[in-house]
């Protein structure tokens, strides 16, 4: 099979030459004319709008960019994309614009498991057999959201895969060498051919989002299906959950200010057994600020427990109801074809019948249980190791300074926490390259499986990052005013520098550094608004900012019995997260891509691991109660009888956490009854098509 036959797309240029530099199309030209044809009447359209841009390396010469084009363009039943491909002629013909035609579109909308309204306004599972049946079939801009027709586009690039051996012309035979049914895809990309892909902004639409989303002044609700439809599931999802979340904070934010108010009791806290005194070094807190009013602990304890659990529960709802009304809820990943890094023998998928990369199950599960877990606890060892270390080391500088009182022993005393910062640092660096390439090697066929797996690795260490030291002071040193400390610090510092990294820095390099660039670009007219995109960052992900609000929730349901005012502190962090989150997406970033998704994923998992342990810390922290104690001490029991009573506790407020999870169904009854009556449908057409 060889793609070199065919009529060129674009005039050749000189080996190793680029076309001369002159002022590129407009936009408006693009949408227009220069697109290669649609293969079916059916898909003929005067307009063509670009969604993606495919930037190519510097030397990639006009043979081999015309190979790349038709082997895009070609229908997928001889072996190509299917896509429309534009040559875009920038200054240096080193891009390609693509979008795609609608026979394309609905078909990867089948394959996908997307649901769409039917003629009657109710969501189906989507069928290419009975496409006239689906409301808006014949319109993609109303079919398909922006953010669902460019992942499409991505998801064909990367599911391109050789009929037969392909020659890349203009490439030396090491790389250009292409064998059958290989990734079309990965081995442009590693030959150099292609450097980057990038969905572009639709500027009409993206100036409308900001106005609806943070120009104005709203505290409150989010233009979710504006967000979803613009940037894809993922980002909604992230944002639904942000604003669900904050609004959640305001009961315990005023609860906690109250019990903030009342009048506290001071002191150490111990353990209720007969041990003996703590050492003088850690008898410090006589004068430390006060940390739980009398009975406030037990108030705030209990409250955040079943707090946490109502938020999780309800949340899974409106999830389910987000879910069905974006049609994403009957997703089929794992029918679809597999992620371009997965790799196997060739072989017939028994399920779908498809040749593709074939990898034994049992082979991925024992590297994951003998080189991954041993690997993942092996760094969480030295995370424990460097807190013993750090702990040591103070302990030395402390008795240094007391002895000397120098001047050096004064610096000596930060030296330990700048040496455990710079040490957390270099190992969390390391654990996330050896996170990812430990999941790179697992070899897992899906996309969202291979996301999850990396995600739980970096969740677990993260959490002993953030968390150790907390547990630490809180139930081996048992010192709850230097927890308390611990916790202010950590909610007003950390939240100001987060703020300052992730918006105030970005908004000032872009200010000071690129203002003068888009001046310059604005007054040249040479460089089209299109390419400019591709001079922005690339969109980190929303892995940091999912994180940031698992500490957030972490810090609340395990502690905040130790420090009411932490959703106080939170709520007021959350409040400008919304629009600064929205601010970097908008204005800061390139368009990200982003797939059809059901839910948060492994997230939501992490978030309710963490809600049980709530359970566990707070009957932890309410043992060392010194009010608890007194209540002890007047009954009559000694340590093991309260240490008894309070496991019992325990155990009875998870039973409690398990009913209140079971009496509230994960998803609305109507939303069951529609998911049902699709399940229904999608089982007779399958039986008509049949007959």
Known sequence: MDCSDETPLLPDTPK???PK???GPKLTDWWISGWSPAHCPCCASDRVEPLVLLQLGETVESNTKNWIMRLLSKPQTQGGAGLLVHPGEDDFNDFLLLSASRCTLLQATEELGLCRPNQDGNMAAFSLHNKELFKNSDNMQEFLTLAERQYIIKYELESLKTLGILRIPGVPSSLGLLKSWENVFQRLRKAGLIVDMLPLHNQK????????????????????????SYFGGSVAFYFSFLDFYTRALMPMALLGTVLAMMPHEMGKAALPDDTEEPPAATTESDSDPEWA????????AMVSMLWSTLLLELWKRRSSTLAYHWGTDRLTEHFAEPRPAFRGELGTNPVTNRTEPLFPAWQRQLRLALVSLPL?????GLVVLGMGGFYWAESRARGWHES????????????PSVAHIVYTNILGTAYGKVALTLTEWENHREESAFQNHHTTKVIVFTFFNCFAVLFHIAFVKQDLPLLQKRLASLLIVTQLVSQLTEVAVPFAIDRIFNAPERKEEDDDHEVDAIIAQSNLPTFPGLFSEYIELLVQFGYLSLFSCVYPLTALFLLLNNLTELRTDAFKLCKLFRKPFHPPTASMGVWQAAFEVLGFMSVMSNCWLLLMSPRLQEFSEEAGLNGTQLLVVAVLVEHILIVVKLVVA????????????QREKIEFHSMRALGEQKL
């Open 16 to 18: 190793g030459k680029n």
């Open 21 to 23: 530099k002159g002022r």
């Open 205 to 228: 639409q993206l100036v409308a989002l900001r106005k609806e989303w943070y120009s104005h002044t709203r505290l409150w609700g989010q233009p979710l299906d504006s967000i979803q």
């Open 293 to 300: 009013s009398p009975g406030g602990l037990v108030v705030m």
């Open 376 to 380: 993942v606890v092996v760094f969480l």
């Open 404 to 415: 000397s009182q120098s001047l050096v022993s004064r610096v000596m005393l930060y030296v």
């Open 662 to 673: 079971f009496i509230i169904p994960d998803e609305p009854d109507w939303v069951r009854i």
